[in-house]
């Protein structure tokens, strides 16, 4: 475990009411640091997702390690409250699967992807639809074998891409 002014800022933000509008875990997740690795995920990828191999664990050991000395916090702060203030309006009843939670690699894509698209566009409207939430295209990127690069790129970049086109 590290310590530090970013492991602070991360559980920070995992208090923050949109990122709690969006992300939907059970009680004990609430709890039990789940919700701060949440927000691990979304910088270590958003900052490094083409980077990716294989490991989760190494590669968000490895990028709590990079970061822990400086949290760059007004920076981060800005960059996930906008997200998340995006995402909050796009996913009002939250951003969750048929059990009602919100699955890791679907907040990935999802997360990272309209953070991305928000960089190129940051007057990003809401989408009219999302049922490309639910597609054929996105299962094929969230479901099996989804740790490895071109599934973590893939859900990215299909998020980021669907964001900007507004559909």
Partial sequence: M??????????HLAKDANFRTV????????QDGTAEEYVLRFFAFHDRYKQFDHSVKDFLNDYCEANS???KAET???LFSQT???????????????????????YE?????????????????????????????????????TNNRSRVTGRIELCRDHFLSGS
């Fill in 23 to 30: 992300v939907r875990l059970p009680k004990t997740n609430m």
């Fill in 84 to 106: 998340f203030r995006y995402l909050a309006a796009a996913f009002p009843e939250g951003l969750k699967s048929r059990k009602g939670t919100t699955a890791v690699n679907l």
């Fill in 109 to 145: 894509g999802i997360s990272v992807g309209a953070a991305l698209a928000l960089k190129q566009n940051p007057q990003l409207d809401v989408p009219n639809s999302l049922d490309w939430v639910r597609s054929d295209a996105m299962r094929a990127v969230t479901t099996g074998a």
């Fill in 69 to 71: 000395r400086t949290a």
């Fill in 2 to 11: 590290f310590m530090g002014e970013f492991v602070n800022l991360l559980s």
């Fill in 76 to 78: 981060r702060v800005a």
